[in-house]
Antibody, heavy 119, light 107 residues
Framework: QVQLQQSGSGLVKPSQTLSLTCAISGDSVSSTSAAWNWIRQSPSRGLEWLGRTYYRSKWNNDYAVSVKSRITINADTSKNHFSLHLNSVTPEDTAIYYC?????????WGQGTLVTVSS | SYEVTQPPSVSVSPGQTASITCSGDKLGHRYTYWYQQKPGQSPVVVIYEDIKRPSGIPDRFSGSNSGNTATLTISGTQAMDEADYYCQAWDSSTSYVFGTGTKVTVL
């Protein structure tokens, strides 16, 4: 049973960087059959997939077009976790952020982190 | 970009059948997935690859997908099924797309 535990700041100032981490138990971030995703949810945008990282003999990343210029997702194998960094945030980035595992769909989810962008 | 649409709300009486649709161009050519989300909780997958149920999901949940429409059916709806339901499609070109969500109310 995979469990995902999120951590990170719930309040970010405009123009700064949003950073969240997702700790994995029950699987490895380096698994060659898994993918590790970030998804957000807001009243205005609904559920929105942001991006993923996965290992297939090398590390790969895919990002949503809507955030591609501002997002980085990376993995830390020593801590078995992966992280989201979204820079130059605006109030439009206010949302609940989830980490989730899955390749074609999302079978395990973190508990969600409400991130508010406000000065 | 690819889009899928859902009705905003569906109402159903206890014990009756609720049907939630998800529409998109040639959606039947792609796998569709369904998630249940209760207030304050993370989404939970209830149907994957159109018709499959994860372990632990009651068999009153079923799915179908053909043409331009995928359908999640809840047979013998119970009060505990009251939640928001989201469809999701995936393909290699559009990546992951979520529907707008349907609120199921059990009256």
């Amino acid at each position: 049973q995979v469990q995902l535990q999120q951590s990170g700041s719930g309040l970010v100032k405009p123009s700064q960087t949003l950073s969240l981490t997702c700790a994995i138990s029950g699987d490895s971030v380096s698994s060659t059959s898994a993918a590790w995703n970030w998804i957000r949810q807001s009243p205005s945008r609904g559920l929105e997939w942001l991006g993923r990282t996965y290992y297939r003999s090398k590390w790969n990343n895919d990002y949503a077009v809507s955030v591609k210029s501002r997002i980085t997702i990376n993995a830390d194998t020593s801590k078995n976790h992966f992280s989201l960094h979204l820079n130059s945030v605006t109030p439009e980035d206010t949302a609940i952020y989830y980490c989730a595992s899955g390749v074609t769909f999302f079978d395990y989810w973190g508990q969600g982190t409400l991130v508010t962008v406000s000065s | 970009s690819y889009e899928v649409t859902q009705p905003p709300s569906v109402s159903v009486s206890p014990g009756q059948t609720a049907s939630i649709t998800c529409s998109g161009d040639k959606l039947g050519h792609r796998y569709t997935y369904w998630y249940q989300q209760k207030p304050g909780q993370s989404p939970v997958v209830v149907i994957y690859e159109d018709i499959k149920r994860p372990s632990g999901i009651p068999d009153r949940f079923s799915g179908s997908n053909s043409g331009n429409t995928a359908t999640l059916t809840i047979s013998g709806t119970q009060a505990m099924d009251e939640a928001d339901y989201y469809c999701q499609a995936w393909d290699s070109s559009t990546s992951y797309v979520f529907g707008t969500g349907t609120k199921v109310t059990v009256l």
